[in-house]
């Protein structure tokens, strides 16, 4: 098992970055996801780090080894691309083999290992198939084998279930994620899909325009992001955001925000937050923060009409318009409401997230 390293890694295309001061750690064994929408630089990370892109300036170091000058053969990677790039003319054997042959290996011992892959990925039946005469999920089964087989320090996948179908997409994250434990191999996965990195990733890195946002382990990027563009990116349904005032409330030392007809009291914790805003304050919830009723419960609850209703199968989502503002709740799948019918919506004020209005960056 190999650690790696990116030390203050930048990447130009000309005099455009795509990659800023560029610096984390991949430890021994870890599942660790680079996150991001298209442009912000996760690919080109990738890509430098096998070796198939040229660094700008810093350091790369695999176990504390310098590698930036080192060429892609002899960096002991293995990377899995998301259109497969297997032989058409090839056989399964003979796609998942070529690497081993070209390395001169014994041909008992490129059976062997071919064969073991292909009874971990469930793919042993295939070997003698090409290509054409296989699925989408076949297909990349055979392309990760075909990484699996060369037994490397690192794995690098970019993006490879991107274009799958939503259910395949779904069996193939339980596979990978229980592949790389099997196997205990680093492995850097690449994506735009938060909902892989949620689910499969020890930690994630959030990048956005080149630069690293954030990094940590799903829960700390989900519960505590490091600023608003973190937090609106991860989490589907997306998190409401709101602009306030900041006020007291019923005594003297209550603190209270308030967004057109929604209050809602600070706990201690928020409050001390407050010390540290250098402009105003936003108000981050997330869907399942909120709950909603036909009838209000107490004077925490806000007045409003439902603006949509999204019946999702196992929950419902309801946006509901109050005076100042619209706020998506995430609610029961038995909700029962239409369109313009009154409703009141609460708040579980201590799931909730403050960020500076002036740059972004996290209160809470």
Not at 135 to 142: D, F, H, I, N, Y
Not at 171 to 196: F, N, P, S, W
Request: charged fraction near 25%; aromatic fraction near 6%; include cysteine.
């Amino acid at each position: 098992m190999t650690k790696v390293k990116l030390v203050d890694v930048w990447k130009m295309y000309g005099k455009v970055p795509a990659v800023r001061d560029l610096s984390f750690e991949c430890e021994s064994g870890e599942f660790l996801c680079i996150l991001g929408p298209s442009g912000c630089g996760k690919s080109s990370t990738l890509r430098m780090l096998a070796g198939l892109e040229h660094i700008s300036a810093g350091d790369i170091r695999f176990d504390e080894r310098r590698i930036n000058d080192l060429p892609p053969k002899d960096r002991d990677i293995a990377m899995v691309f998301e259109n497969y790039a297997l032989y058409p003319h090839k056989t399964v054997f003979d796609n998942m083999a070529n690497a081993l042959k070209l390395r001169g290996m014994a041909t008992d011992e490129i059976r062997g290992r071919v064969q073991k892959a292909a009874d971990l990925l469930q793919i042993g039946a295939l070997l003698d198939r090409r290509p054409q005469e296989l699925s989408g999920g076949q297909k990349q089964r055979v392309a990760i084998g075909r990484a699996i087989v060369r037994n490397p320090r690192v794995f690098l996948f970019d993006e490879p279930i991107g274009h799958l179908d939503a259910k395949l997409r779904g069996h193939m994250r339980g596979e990978l994620k229980r592949l790389q434990r099997e196997l205990a191999t680093t492995t850097i996965y690449v994506t735009h899909d938060q909902l892989e990195a949620l689910s499969m990733a020890d930690r994630i890195a959030v990048m956005n325009e080149g630069v690293l946002q954030q990094i940590g382990t799903p829960q700390e990027i989900y519960n505590h992001p490091a600023n608003e563009w973190v937090a609106s990116f991860v989490g589907e349904p997306p998190m409401n955001f709101l602009d306030v005032e900041i006020g007291t409330g019923g005594s003297e030392t209550e603190v209270v925000v308030r967004c057109g007809g929604m209050q809602v009291a600070l706990t201690d914790v928020h409050r001390a937050a407050l010390d540290g805003a250098r402009g105003g304050a936003r108000l981050g919830i997330r869907p399942e923060a909120l709950q909603v009723s036909g009838t209000a419960d107490g004077p925490h609850w806000t007045a409003g009409t439902i603006y949509a209703v999204e019946p999702l199968g196992g929950d419902t989502l309801v946006e509901v318009a109050f005076q100042g503002g619209r706020v998506l709740a995430k609610t029961s799948a038995d909700f029962v409401g239409a369109m313009d019918d009154p409703i009141y919506v609460s708040v579980d004020r201590t799931k909730l997230h403050l960020f500076d209005s002036g740059d972004g960056r996290a209160l809470t």
